[in-house]
């Protein structure tokens, strides 16, 4: 039974690491950055936590870009002229920007700036306290972005399948199968970060 966790684990973590690894490290690179030039200009955790937000979008985005771009690029090599253009944007949004998008909407706006700025300010008094703070915050945002990820990666997969076929269920009411609502979270969390089948 353990042999069949730590695999589904090592799974999960090598499909995280082959889609966000670089793009994360880029994007953390550019957040403290930003958070460094912003608060060392304004002496402000808001407008360093704008900037920070800034800046790691414009690293995990623009590695996400160039990492989408070369596999919408290999998938599409047999075809030519806008055939291949169109079928090369709608690989690219099928696989990595819709789900993406509605994740960073939510973030960009509200959850990073908000986590950042407070966790800084939550522990300035500490020694280190305003970096500390951001990296608390930075990861609590993180979380956040990757469960709205997940969720809106399993939407854009079920909806391009077709399995919606009746109502949504209710989930506020007992399962059958005698799930807890949390457990399908974690469960549909581990299979959206699954490497596709």
Do not use: N
């Amino acid at each position: 039974m353990s042999g069949v966790s730590v695999d589904g684990a090592a799974g999960w973590w090598r499909a995280w690491r082959d889609r966000f690894g670089l793009a994360e490290v880029c994007g953390t690179l550019g957040a403290v950055a930003g958070f460094a030039a912003g608060y060392a200009q304004a002496g402000s955790l808001l407008a360093a936590a704008a900037l920070a937000t800034i800046g790691e979008a414009i690293g995990f985005y623009g590695c996400i870009a160039a990492k989408t771009g070369s596999a919408a690029r290999r998938a599409t090599a047999h075809l030519g002229g806008w055939r291949r253009l169109a079928a090369g944007a709608w690989h690219a949004v099928r696989e990595q920007l819709a789900s993406c998008a509605v994740a960073e909407t939510v973030d960009g706006f509200l959850i990073r700036p908000g986590c950042m700025a407070g966790g800084a300010w939550l522990l300035r008094a500490l020694p280190g306290g305003v970096w500390l703070g951001f990296a608390l915050g930075k990861a609590a945002a993180d979380v956040a972005w990757y469960l709205l990820e997940a969720s809106a990666r399993r939407g854009v997969r079920i909806v391009g399948q077709g399995v919606i076929t009746g109502p949504v269920r209710d989930h506020g009411r007992s399962r059958p199968d005698g799930h807890h609502g949390w457990l399908l979270l974690v469960k549909w969390v581990s299979v959206s970060m699954s490497p596709a089948r």
